[in-house]
């Protein structure tokens, strides 16, 4: 069958590819884009067919196809014009990496842009060289017939199509309430890091805990996509946040120095300074500002961030007016702090007509509005507010209507501007991401698109070899290297916030088995790994079932800190916790020499004034100060040096 037959079947039978979206909002955006483009394909064909000029002739062409204004020349000729060839080729070739770019860095403008000016070339060549065509009309008859398969989807695409849901599928319940709760001072920690997991935690500090103006060990690879400088810092931020909840709830020192340093990283220029780009080429606007509109993957993801570490340490400082702000070289001040970046936030949710934010600019992604949500949720729970559960059930509503295909899966992402989806990206990671984040705020839609994925992730029987690799993308996202790392990584943290310790272990287990941690001088890293893969490896590692949902429910506070026990100061790397928590009214503090066990001085705070307190470890006494601080001197050896300080009878 011709190429001219076959497209005139499916206009007919006005079958086109299952990809149109199930939403309304998505439905009725793709047919009217679909409607554009077959009326520039239709007007192109039709100018094509109507004139003998040759540089109308190609122009109309040029506007059918991209590209197909060259076409024109050399075919009327005895010798066919070889450069006309190369050059509508090199027009299609172009246009196609438009289209990519339009997706990767949300420049909007050079797609119809390269459409345009290679018809005005086609155009302007045709006339140099006095191009005739007797395939012309054939061209254009392809054209009108392509216009009108366009114009039948877009009736399709706008057609109302019924609300139902795939099978399996509950409906959407308003979250609870996020309600704070009481100091609780006793830890329910689990034990203390073994060494290989106080190795993988020295990779993220020593790059935390560095000078604020220095970035060594991160990946400077792009600006725009999954290897930004600002996912390693907020990723990094993530795991250490959930480590000192779960792992070292009774040390903040170097811990909540380290997340604090990732946050202010996050203020450098270098990291945002992407955004005056893309907001030329994707909104038409040279406005440098990151945080103002349409940018969840650095306002969003910055708010989650500062609202993970201000529930894990209790630390309030970036709640001050001002505290995030932004300083730009030209003297511009862009001025935010936690609670002005949820309040935008909500604002842009609420004015969205698809309820999401964008990433690229155009770009909805729902996995990155599952980590802008949690931003509103804790401040929920910080603040005593249902910001959030106001929020809550219409989000939840778009994510399903507008943002799953006909199998109930997540789309990568979605155009707000066409309504168009494009086809997934990352694997099976993209699609597991947004339930480890949406356990938080909306659970029962993480735990259904858990279960939606699960059974690809497994098969039958023990071992490392029960992984199903294939399923994974074989390209780590943090820096575009040849490994799974990226995608058994993200699978672990989610299973392990889900529960699901089968699938969490398995793929800790590949990881182990394909790609064994290295450690030198103490510090464990995978080689070829990015750096957010380690961060979501700690997160599998030393979170726990719920355990960002806890951390975002359940913060701690100042006033919690104040009156906890904790490890207030220690000189890192010179030693290390191992474990820091509250156990029957004492402190337990586990510590390892990081640098050759010369003695150290151990800062201690939120113990009650003025009291007398006994150590374990040589059953002296010491007294905290009026202000429930206190200083002991404590001498390393070779091994772990574990002491228990309770208030002395």
């Known amino acids: 069958m011709t190429p001219v037959a076959s497209m005139a079947r499916v206009a007919r039978s006005g079958r086109f590819p299952s990809v149109l979206p199930r939403g309304p909002i998505s439905r009725l955006r793709v047919g009217r884009t679909l409607l554009a483009t077959g009326g520039i394909v239709a007007a192109g064909s039709l100018v094509a067919a109507a004139t003998h000029t040759p540089a109308l002739q190609s122009l109309g062409l040029g506007l059918a196809f991209p590209g197909g204004g060259f076409s024109l020349c050399g075919a009327g000729s005895t010798i066919p014009d070889v450069t006309a060839f190369w050059l509508g080729g090199a027009s299609l070739a172009a246009f196609g990496v438009c289209v990519f770019l339009w997706f990767a860095t949300g420049n909007v403008f050079a797609p119809p842009a390269v459409w345009l000016l290679s018809a005005v070339a086609a155009s302007g060549y045709a006339h140099h060289r006095g191009c005739l065509s007797s395939d012309g009309a054939g061209l254009s008859i392809l054209g009108l017939v392509l216009a009108a398969g366009l114009g039948a ?10 609300a139902g849901r795939p099978a399996g599928e509950g409906g959407a319940v308003p979250p609870a309430p996020i309600l704070p709760v009481p100091c609780l001072r006793e830890s329910v920690a689990s034990g203390d890091l073994d060494d290989d997991d106080l190795a993988r935690l020295r990779f993220l500090l020593d790059r935390a805990l560095q000078p604020l103006d220095r970035f060594d060990g991160f990946e400077r690879l792009d600006a725009f996509q999954s290897a930004a400088l600002r996912y390693q810092l907020q990723f990094s931020g993530c795991a250490l946040a959930l480590v000192q909840r779960h792992r070292l709830p009774g040390l903040q020192a170097y811990l909540t120095d380290a997340q604090a340093n990732l946050i202010e990283k996050a203020r450098d220029h270098r990291v945002w300074r992407y955004w005056l780009l893309e907001s030329l080429w994707g909104r ?13 993957m650095y306002a969003g993801f910055c708010a989650t961030q500062i609202a993970l570490f201000q529930a894990a340490s209790g630390d309030r400082r970036f709640s001050r007016r001002g505290a995030f702000s932004l300083q730009h070289p030209s003297g511009r001040r862009f001025e935010a702090d936690f609670p002005s970046l949820v309040a935008g936030l909500a604002d842009q949710h609420a004015r969205s007509a698809f309820g999401l934010i964008a990433c690229e600019p155009n770009w909805l992604f729902p996995v990155c509005n599952s980590i802008g949500y949690v931003a509103l949720a804790a401040r929920d729970a910080q603040v005593d507010d249902d910001l959030w559960h106001r929020m809550a059930p219409r989000q939840e509503h778009m994510m399903r209507a507008e943002f799953r295909d006909a199998r109930g899966r997540f789309v990568t992402c979605r155009s707000s501007l066409t309504g168009l989806a494009m086809p997934s990206v990352g694997g099976v990671l993209t699609q597991l991401l947004p339930s480890f984040f949406l356990n938080a705020t909306l659970p029962d839609l993480a735990r259904e698109n858990w ?12 071992g490392s070899d029960r992984v199903r690799l294939e399923a994974f993308w074989p390209i780590d996202v943090g820096n575009y290297r040849f490994t799974r790392i990226a995608g058994l990584s993200g699978a672990a943290a ?70 906890t026990p904790h490890v207030a100061a220690c000189p890192y790397p010179a030693a290390l916790v191992a474990g820091a928590r509250m156990r029957d009214d004492a402190l337990d503090v586990t510590l390892v020499s990081g640098d050759g066990g010369a003695p150290i001085s151990l800062g201690l705070g939120g113990l009650n004034p003025s009291r007398a307190y006994r150590r374990s470890d040589d059953a002296s006494l ?17 091994g772990r040096r574990r002491i228990r300080i309770a208030e002395a009878a």
């Open 451 to 462: 279960q939606r994925l699960r059974g690809e992730l497994l098969r039958a029987g023990p």
């Open 284 to 296: 038409g606007r040279l406005d440098p500002d990151p945080i103002a509109v349409d940018n969840v």
């Open 494 to 563: 989610t299973a392990a916030e889900l529960g699901d310790r089968e699938v969490a272990d398995a793929m800790l287990e590949a990881l182990d088995a394909r790609h064994p941690i290295s450690v030198a001088a103490g510090r464990g890293h995978r080689p070829r790994a990015s750096i957010w893969s380690h961060a979501f490896e700690l997160m599998a590692r030393c979170g726990r079932s719920d355990g960002l949902r806890d951390l975002v429910r359940y913060p701690s506070s100042p006033g919690c800190v104040a009156t």
């Open 153 to 162: 989807a877009a009736v399709k695409a706008m057609r109302p199509v019924s």
């Open 622 to 638: 010491f007294r905290s100060g009026p202000d429930g601080k206190a200083t002991i001197e404590v001498a390393l050896g070779a």
